[in-house]
């Protein structure tokens, strides 16, 4: 391939740079492949600053394959409450499970083992192996992407496949003997000093003198992108529903969005203060006080939901709810993101 004459030269430079300038982050104390795994699956659509303490709690939790697989859902969710994506978690337990019944609860070295994983990728596969055994194995997320696009001076959107699967091919065809630090090393590279969303430091970047997006005045305007497709717009009306003390809750279906989390009451649409009092007789609870209401919207990958939130006192904890304590909420009850919005405002 045409590019590997400057992907040669990336070693030699990114590894003293990487050794001298790498932040500090917990996940870097060792080289544990169930850390390196819990570190990556946390690490996927959310900030390094927010999930070091999530990192922290949940090995204090949860300090072995073991005592994962063995978790409780409602115990996992909850350590896990306010990151988002929960089939992430969901996920982790099911290969959790898998490494106790075929491996003996011991973390699989075989790259192949360890893509087989229910919720490991190629990118979060060659990570772990790279890292943690130093094995070849590249781990081609966004900031690499963007890495090699600006060094390579290729304008090919870096959300197609192909585009990926060129750059896994191109860079394990370099990768040194110092698998871990390498992979590291890009990943390093592509969230800080060749970051997102802002000018590429070229000045103090170790790769300047053979960049070709820099040699060419092109790095500001690399990464390519395709278009982005519009998010499809849901209105939910949310239902805060208090009585003597508790709140109600009910569990999401097993499968689909947030699956199996606690949710507040919610039905489709915008509801009018006469049709959200109907609703909720409906459901079984005798309205008494009708506090407020608020509206707040939530961003998931692919949908928006608009949602208005009615907070209510009722006369009976009746219909088909379970009703928790502030305490439980807080301490036993998982609420995604979307609804605990709500529950912050009360």
Not at 134 to 146: E, F, H, I, S
Not at 169 to 189: C, I, K, S
Not at 243 to 261: I, N, Q, W
Request: hydrophobic content about 40%; overall charge neutral.
């Amino acid at each position: 391939m045409e590019n590997h004459p400057i992907l040669s030269q990336l070693p030699s430079a990114l590894l003293p740079w990487y050794r001298e300038h790498r932040r500090e982050l917990p996940w870097r104390a060792d080289r544990e492949p169930y850390h390196i795994w819990l570190s990556e699956i946390m690490l996927q659509q959310t900030r390094v600053e927010a999930v070091k303490g999530y990192y922290t709690r949940f090995l204090a939790a949860l300090p072995t394959v073991e005592a994962l697989a063995g978790c409780d859902d409602d115990a996992l969710h909850k350590l896990w409450e306010g990151l988002g994506y929960y089939s992430r978690v969901r996920n982790l337990k099911k290969a959790a499970l898998v490494i106790m019944e075929r491996h003996g609860g011991v973390f699989p070295k075989e790259h192949a083992e360890v893509l087989a994983l229910p919720g490991i990728g190629d990118y979060t596969a060659g990570a772990i192996c790279s890292i943690a055994y130093d094995l070849p194995t590249p781990a081609v997320d966004g900031n690499v992407l963007r890495v090699f696009s600006r060094l390579t001076d290729d304008p090919s959107p870096i959300d197609l496949p192909a585009t990926k699967k060129s750059v896994t091919e191109a860079l394990a065809a370099v990768y040194p003997r110092e698998a871990g630090d390498f992979t590291q090393a890009l990943m390093e590279l592509g969230a800080t000093v060749c970051g997102p969303n802002r000018k590429p430091a070229c000045e103090s970047c170790p790769c300047q003198g053979f960049c070709l997006g820099c040699r060419n005045g092109t790095a500001e305007t690399l990464p390519v992108k395709s278009p982005k497709k519009e998010k499809r717009q849901e209105d939910r009306t949310v239902f805060i529903i208090s009585c003597d003390g508790r709140y109600a809750l009910e569990k999401r279906p097993d499968k689909g969005l947030l699956a199996g989390l606690w949710q507040f009451p919610n039905v489709s649409g915008h509801l009018d203060t006469a049709q959200a009092l109907a609703v909720a007789e409906n459901m079984g609870v005798q309205p008494k006080e009708l506090f407020r209401e608020v509206s707040r919207k939530h961003i998931f990958t692919h949908i928006q939901w608009n949602m208005k939130g009615i907070y209510l006192e009722a006369a009976n904890m009746a219909g088909r709810f379970q009703w928790f304590t502030e305490a439980q909420i807080n301490t036993q009850a998982a609420l995604p993101t979307a609804f605990r919005l709500f529950w912050e405002e009360r």
